[in-house]
């Protein structure tokens, strides 16, 4: 292992550790968060015996709590008795290797009741669990029967020493009933503090939990939260033959109080990890990060409002009021993506407005009252953006349908906000959701000049009139310290509104950016409705002769482009280049014949109704493909989301087959300009995935349609075949491409080749090809948008690219994160062998852990003595995290979602 130095740090250093360390004390114990639930490859190693212990209710006697799980948030949860003690076990079920972990904190789980009207919560859900033992479907989720939290244990006879430390604050588990399932018949052995038993076998017929990490608020004034929702799953067996009481006595202790003398009884259960997912209801096609707390507002409305639902009400009901509040400055660089294209590096300068969910009732004999108040807040910053989308649409939203819209230059971004009405405090350690995100267009319109509209939020209700719209808010994906936004949100119209009327509100505010605190909320500014959007312009033009002349630019048009492929035949190439995407870097991709040519199309779905289209742009650019003979084959499994699948499929990625490349085209006899070369983006490397079909019929229009009588083609849409993911590629010294562009999807397509026969001229990087016949229609490419499947959930975002899931691109940097590529970390493994430090040789795993170690924390940042404040080079680029060409306060920064964490 090389030698990791420590020297004085400078003081700016010193001081930075101090603060993050002492900062992130709080956030680190009540961590919350996590994505939908998704198969792991290796459970973690958590396994737990359960003992019987005397029933006895906690001190004081029937706290009431607050529990929060991916099942919902239930409030007056009554604590009954202790029932059960379970300290942490090695599991050893041969011929695998013994399993689990005796530093897990203990858990005490006691009954619990529900003081609702329905008794214990019973969530009408149908599960399918994977655990070591296999996987079930069909699982009914029953009753909520047990809440184990953590306890320390102090063992009395035979005398032990005391537990020392804290008493831990997660996990945090619900235990619900679940029915449906069978126990595997297999013999296993169990270590715990208390002994081992051999030849522990499982109860065929007794009961089975379900425990989902939760969190806990016990219902007492300034309460915190406790637990952690992206710990593990736990499923619980009954045992057999698992032995005698182990013949201890032991004192407890949690958070409700002591409890002495308990005699340790017979063992029963075996709690080990398992997967979740959720089989009905159907899950949403976005879940949005759970948060730490039930109501991102702790405060109570001045005017009643609604009861808290247990689950987040869909975002496409969801309204908002806007209020002006005064601009803070910010100062940051966050890249943007929307519908309309990518606006990237833009400067986020103030706040500006804050926008509570609203319920709407427009005036009328009959109330008809519309949205929720149970939403996220939204807290929109001025933004200095160049971005103004040549778009023209049409909007339909619940005032009315507006044609001829122009859509004018990017000026806010909403982010998702936590408030709090002072005097209360922001809930410590909580995070706001990562949807929605909106960037806001300037557009103008039609006034519907409606009074009298009630508006209802957590500030109280007013009647207001609704003059012009202001804004068309896009549905975002944001990258900032990680990815996080949802395309497949509403769009929202914002209408100014009036009188502006002032509310006698002071709040606290958080974001991902940060708090702000002591915020005096002013006039009432906008309503924002949610709107479908139909794009109208640029309108395709049917030109049933192709162009003879290339594309004008060779800058990408904001214009999602669809591609439709045909075959084309040419003699190999036979040439080197390096191409690098977000899957790898890979040198030495030797490029052989001339598979495709792909002009941009035209696309109009048919069926299944709705029909909907054309969408395309028939002026962007060719793209000419080449077999490759490549060794890439990532093996990764991804979620691509496109216009057929909007709720987006799970694919394997395979073997890279194509290279794609700009093209300049005529059509023969027509030459090719002399002089003039192809733009130099967008690139592509193509991978093999194998998809279903799904089932829509389109029409294509190309450059080569068939004749004027003919212009168009309808062909169905058969199973996807290629994801391309944009690429650089490097001949020599010269290196082009742009990894920013959309991924594409590509579907097989059958149809007939172009008629009368069409000959054309190509020019790319590689050279000249004359007189090609353009053949068989072979594949339809449409943008998708493509996020990494991680094996199992990581308490961190993973960026775009991020292919071992440890927070940090593989290939290309991301926001403020560098790639482990540049870093020199293992872009294809997330964690160090084991917790011994500097064991392991170098590269190490995560570029978080600079000791290999297995957790962020501040002796990584003590690494940093030798070499803060280099440039790179001479300084090594393991140091430099953010990829800036420097080691310094900006990459020790980057620690703070990660500090405390482990891999």
Known sequence: MADRARKNLPFGLIAAAVIVAASLGLVLLIRGGGGPDTALAVLPPIHYKCYGIPQEPPNPPAPLVTLETQFGVEQGVQILVSTLLCPPAIKTWLPNPPQGDLNQPHLKCYAIQSTGPTGNEDPPHIVTLTDQFGTQSGVAVGPAIKLCMPVLKTVVSPPQPPPTGMLPEAPHYKCYQITGVVAPSVQFSLFTQFGTENNVTLNQAGLQLLCAPAIKIQELPGAQPEGDLTAPHLRCYFLENAGPPPGFIVDLTDQFGDQFNVPVMDPLFLCQAVTKVVTFPTPPASTPTPSPTPSPTPTPSPTPSPSPSPTPPPLDIIHYKCYQIPP?????????????????????????????????????????????????????????????????????????????????????????????????????????????????????????????VQLDTQFGAENVTVGPPVFLCAPAIKTYLGVTGDLSNPHLVCYAITPFVDVPFVVDLRTQFGDELNVAVGPNQVLCVPATKTVTFPTPTPSPMPTPTPPPTPTPSPVPVHYKCYDIVGPPLDITVRLKTQFRDETNVTVLDPTSLCPPALKSVISPPPGHGPEGNLSATHLKCYNIQSTDNPNKVVKLTDQFLPLGSNVTVGPARELCAPALKTIVPNPLPVGAQPPTVPHYKCYDITGPAPGFTVVLQTQFSHSPTQPNETVPVGPAIRLCAPALKTIGAQTTGDTNQPHLKCYQITDTPPSPTINVNLRTQFGDELDLTIGQPEELCVPAVKSVVCPTTPTWSTPAGDFDCDGFPSVVKVGSRGSEGYIGTLPDTACAVDTTLNNEPLPDAWPADNNDDRKANLSDILAYIPVYGLNVPPGPARFDINEDGKIGLADILVYIPLFGLSC
């Open 328 to 452: 803070d400055p910010l100062g940051v660089n966050v890249d943007l993506r929307t519908q309309f294209g990518n606006d990237l590096n833009v400067f986020v300068t103030s706040s500006r407005l804050l926008c509570p969910p609203a319920v709407k009732t427009l005036p009328g004999p009959v109330p008809n009252p519309e949205g929720s108040l149970d939403g996220p807040h939204l807290k929109c910053y001025a933004i200095a953006s160049t971005f103004d989308p040549n778009y023209v649409v049409t909007l339909t939203d619940q005032f009315q349908t507006q044609t001829g819209i122009a859509v004018g230059p990017a000026q806010e971004l909403c982010a998702p906000a936590l408030k709090a009405v002072v005097p209360n405090l922001l809930p410590p350690g909580a995070q706001p959701p990562a949807v929605p995100h909106y960037e806001c267009f300037a557009i103008s319109g039609v006034s519907p000049n409606i009074a009298g």
